[in-house]
């Protein structure tokens, strides 16, 4: 049964999936419904924790490395691969366009999955060297994302057990999918990066909002932090804001359990019934902080149209709102007026607004 945290929400479960079951299928279910948050217990084969630590060693040592050299890599360049490929500079992205005047203040770099037929992308040093295991661990999160879908269409009585393995199939074509590390540098009072330059006054609020408030795009993300190094905030029913803490069960787990949140593409997928949930980074106290998060998304031309499930058919008018909610987001018009989103259509409009492309 849930629990409460200190301030009285239902808390984030921490469930076990490595024997899965239709009990554990509805947990995820619930979950995900309900927060749109989970946390997915390490069970130390799926996604080793060394490597974990690995990737995190890799993430610091480019983040330190000279702005120049970075920037020979700059997201949607060329050199780096392409579209919504490559380094990110201090507040060279806004998540939350709407509600900041300027940038977050972090740096990130996205790295894009080996196809089938082709290498990595090209990557700056230290990830060019390390490429083997930037690629094991996408396959390994790939993997873990697959095992979530599969419990969700479980739960959900898709006819189809393999519905949404096909659609997530990365051997049949390109997808959206990201891995992407992220750094946010420690700031000051008057910060160098501009945490407070939004020079409406509010200097607390300017500096603690790290990554605006804002939903991601695709079906599943993992998202990976380390130990002391808080800071992620959903957004809740009644309008506040909920931590979420980095390891919930301290004194039984000794690996952080790997968050997982819901995206926008399930929940278009699942008439609003999965809930693709508003949350932000806020770090009052300033410190650096570094995470990573794998975005995983269905094949470009998937349509977005809803699955084929009873339980998601009769969720159809309590779930219009949220859908209303999420076409508002890209453009569109709120009722739909029959027309049906691709995957990659839905990720263009998401980057256009974020990237201005």
């Known amino acids: 049964m849930p629990h409460s945290d200190e301030h009285g929400h239902t808390a984030i479960p921490v469930i076990e999936i490595s024997k899965p079951s239709d009990e554990v299928a509805q947990q995820v ?201 808080p800071g992620l905030e959903l957004l809740t029913k009644g309008g506040g804001w909920m931590s979420v803490p980095v390891n919930p069960d301290e004194e039984h787990l000794v690996d952080p359990p790997i968050l997982v949140n819901i995206g926008d593409l399930l929940c278009y997928w699942t008439n609003g019934m999965l809930k693709s949930t508003v949350h932000r980074v806020t770090f009052s106290g300033g410190e650096e902080r570094y995470s990573m998060a794998y975005f995983c998304h269905p094949l470009d031309e998937v349509e977005l149209s809803a ?6 058919e009769g969720f159809r008018e309590e779930g219009a709102e949220e859908l209303r909610v999420q076409r508002r987001r890209l453009g569109l018009s709120e009722d739909g007026d029959g027309e049906v989103l691709t995957a990659r259509g839905h990720l263009d409009r998401r980057l256009k607004v974020t990237y201005g492309i």
Not at 76 to 101: C, F, T, Y
Not at 307 to 312: E, G, L, T
Request: net charge neutral.
């Open 29 to 229: 279910l619930h979950a995900a419904s309900t927060h749109g948050f989970l946390y997915i217990k390490n069970d130390g084969v799926t996604i080793p924790p060394k490597d974990i630590a690995d990737m995190f060693k890799l993430s610091k040592e480019f983040f330190a490395a000279p702005k120049e050299q970075k920037a020979e890599y700059a997201i949607h360049s060329k050199k780096a691969g392409g579209i919504n490929r490559g380094w990110v500079s201090m507040q060279g992205e806004s998540l939350d366009p709407e509600g900041q005047k300027q940038g977050d203040p972090k740096e990130a770099f996205n790295i894009a999955p080996p196809y089938p037929t082709t290498t990595l992308q090209p990557l700056p040093s230290p990830f060019q060297e390390s490429s083997p295991l930037i690629s094991r661990f996408q396959s390994s999160c790939h993997t873990l994302c697959t095992s979530i879908l599969a419990l969700l269409g479980t739960a959900l009585h898709i006819p189809d057990p393999a519905y949404f393995s096909t659609r997530h199939n990365q051997s049949r074509g390109p997808s959206g999918t990201i891995f992407r590390m992220l750094y946010y540098p420690k700031t000051c009072a008057q910060g160098e990066d501009g945490g407070d330059g939004d020079g409406d006054g509010d200097e607390e609020t300017t500096t603690r909002i790290r990554a605006g408030a804002h939903s991601d795009y695709g079906s599943v993300t993992l998202l990976f932090r380390l130990p002391g190094q």
């Open 307 to 312: 699955v084929p499930s009873r339980i998601i």
